[in-house]
């Protein structure tokens, strides 16, 4: 069976080249206060998708566990050395197409700036329904396509797209934009139920970011993410959703399955993860603290 590509970001400098000392303070701070006012403060297992070096890990301290979950083993690393010796933090190196956990496991699900690498949202949103908690929540932070600049770079005739179609724009590879109301329809159709919507991010223009003071222009964002739920011009968009309430929550007891097959695996902090399909027997690596579930044995 063949899947969609994933992009990979094992060995970069993304959280040199990106974060630290680039001038993007006011857009951490901002997204961080829609994270908060749409993830339930306290619960029991969180998933991170696409967590990468941990840049929001401290946002989930009322969680008793929470799995930091990417494709890149490298800034899975740097998650590990950031955070320290917490328990309630298991990192997990796989494929989000083809996700490594028992159904109905998680309660809270969080995706900030990786969906936009995603060539197949459908199947993405298919496997997050699945290991979600029967009502869990799922906080999803999406490019969006249709913000200003987009609309008056198209109205101007310095865009050729246009961003009032509903069709995802790939203008880099493996790098998309989507259409809020494409979204919604993309969550329904998973099974997901929309809820609140906020709008991030307004002033993200090097000119008024070197202009005007960050807590400045941190302040006046949160007042204008209220208005996500009446239209969304903003170039990130933040949703809520609940998880399909049918299905069953996990067993207490289980946690992994074989990404290849779907069958239960072992003990949870065993040496090696083996499937007990016997059909399947593939073999999974834990070494140092990390859950690799990219390539079996």
């Not at 970069?12 to 630290?20: A, G, L």
């Not at 901002?30 to 908060?36: D, K, P, Q």
């Not at 399909?244 to 399955?257: E, S």
Request: glycine share 8%; aromatic share 14%.
């Amino acid at each position: 069976m063949s899947y969609p590509p994933v992009c990979d970001y094992e060995g970069s400098d993304y959280r040199t080249r990106f974060w630290e000392k680039q001038g993007r303070d006011y857009e951490d701070q901002v997204e961080r206060i829609a994270l908060r006012r749409l993830l339930a403060p306290k619960g029991h297992t969180l998933i991170d998708i696409g967590a990468g070096f941990g840049r929001l890990a401290n946002e989930y301290s009322g969680y008793e566990r929470v799995v930091l979950f990417d494709y890149s083993r490298s800034l899975l690393r740097e998650a590990q050395k950031a955070i320290g010796e917490d328990p309630r933090f298991i990192y997990v190196a796989g494929d989000w197409y083809r996700m490594p956990f028992v159904p109905g496991l998680f309660d809270a699900l969080v995706q900030v700036r990786t969906i936009h690498h995603s060539a197949d949202v459908p199947a993405l949103f298919q496997q997050l329904a699945t290991i979600a908690r029967p009502g869990g929540q799922y906080i999803l932070e999406f490019a969006s396509k249709h913000h200003i600049k987009s609309i008056i770079r198209y109205w101007i005739g310095r865009q050729r797209w246009s961003p009032f179609e509903l069709k995802p724009i790939e203008f880099v590879d493996l790098n998309f934009d989507f259409h809020p109301r494409w979204m919604q329809m993309k969550l329904q159709q998973a099974e997901f139920t929309p809820g609140p919507m906020l709008t991030v991010s307004h002033f993200r223009i090097p000119v008024i970011k070197r202009l005007v003071p960050t807590p400045l222009l941190v302040a006046m964002d949160s007042l204008a993410q209220l208005s996500g739920d009446f239209w969304q011009l903003s170039p990130s968009v933040f949703v809520r959703s609940q998880a399909p309430v049918g299905g069953i929550p996990a067993p207490g007891d289980a946690f992994f399955a074989c990404p290849a097959c779907g069958s239960a695996i072992g003990d949870l902090v065993a040496a090696t993860q083996q499937c007990q399909n016997i059909d399947c027997g593939r073999i999974w690596h834990y070494h140092d603290g990390l859950y690799d579930f990219k390539e079996p044995n």
